[in-house]
C-alpha cells in the first residue's frame, strides 16, 4: 500500500517570501499522480499543483512549483512570493493509475499547516 | 457552476444513532467519492461510486455505507454511530477516471 509522509507539521514565511513544504511517499509502482492540495479555514480541498510520474519537467502553477525527484520518491512545493491568502494546511496527495494500486483513490499525508506573517 | 455541494454543514448526533449526508457533485461530473478527515489528519478515502454501484472501497466497517442516485447525486450514511467516527466528512466529483477531483466543503459531524 502506498503512503504519503508529510514531516512538518507546522512552517511559517513572511509575506513576499518563499518556503518549500516536504512531502516523501512509498510506492513499488512507477506511473501515478501526485498531488498538492490546500485546505484552508472553509474546509474545501483546493487543487494546488498535479505532477505526472512519468514527466520529468517539474509542475507549475504561477507562484506555485514541485521539485519532483522519482528516484528519492520526493515531491516539495515551493510557494513564492508569499501571500496572507496563502496561509492554509497543505496536503501532499498520491494517486495511483492501477485498479489494483487502487486508481480511484487519494491517499493523503497529513498535512503541513502554513501560516504567513505580514 | 455550482460546485460540489454538500449538506448539512454541520450536525451533531448521539452516539448508537444513524446518519446520513449528502452530496451533489459539480455539474457533469458521474463519479462521487467520500472522505474522513479526523481532526489534525489528512483525509482517508471511505469509498468511491459511479453508475450508482460502489467501484471500490477503503478501509472502513459495513457501517459505511452509501448510494448514488441517476442524478449522479450520492449519499453516505453510517449506522451504529461511534464516538470515534466523530470528523469532516468530504465528498469530491470528478469524471470517470479522470484524475482530478472536486472537493465540496464537507460536513462536520460530532458524535457525543
Known amino acids: 500500500a502506498q503512503t504519503v509522509t508529510q514531516s512538518q507539521p507546522e512552517m511559517s514565511v513572511q509575506e513576499a517570501e518563499t518556503v518549500t513544504l516536504s512531502c516523501t511517499y512509498d510506492t513499488s509502482e512507477s506511473d501515478y499522480y501526485l498531488f498538492w492540495y490546500k485546505q484552508p479555514p472553509s474546509r474545501q480541498m483546493i487543487l494546488v499543483i498535479r505532477?505526472?510520474?512519468?514527466?520529468?519537467q517539474n509542475a507549475t502553477e504561477n507562484r506555485f512549483s514541485v521539485n519532483f525527484q522519482k528516484a528519492a520518491k520526493s515531491f516539495s512545493l515551493k510557494i513564492s512570493d508569499s501571500q496572507l491568502g496563502d496561509a492554509a494546511m497543505y496536503f501532499c496527495?498520491?494517486?495511483?493509475?492501477?485498479?489494483?494500486?487502487?486508481?480511484?483513490?487519494?491517499?493523503f499525508g497529513k498535512g503541513t499547516k502554513l501560516t504567513v506573517n505580514p | 457552476d455550482a460546485g460540489v455541494t454538500q449538506s448539512p454543514t454541520h450536525l451533531i448526533k448521539t452516539r448508537g444513532q444513524q446518519v446520513t449526508l449528502r452530496c451533489s457533485p459539480k455539474?457533469?461530473?458521474?463519479?462521487v467519492s467520500w472522505y474522513q478527515q479526523a481532526l489534525g489528519q489528512g483525509p482517508q478515502f471511505i469509498f468511491q461510486y459511479y453508475e450508482e454501484e460502489e467501484r471500490q472501497r477503503g478501509n472502513f466497517p459495513d457501517r459505511f455505507s452509501g448510494h448514488q442516485f441517476p442524478n449522479y447525486s450520492s449519499e453516505l450514511n453510517v449506522n451504529a454511530l461511534l464516538l470515534g467516527d466523530s470528523a469532516l466528512y468530504l465528498c469530491a466529483s470528478s469524471f470517470f477516471l479522470n484524475t482530478e477531483a472536486f472537493f465540496g466543503q464537507g460536513t462536520r459531524l460530532t458524535v457525543v
Open positions: 455539474s457533469g461530473h458521474d463519479t
Open positions: 496527495a498520491y494517486r495511483s493509475l492501477t485498479d489494483q494500486g487502487g486508481s480511484e483513490k487519494l491517499v
Open positions: 505532477q505526472e510520474a512519468y514527466k520529468q
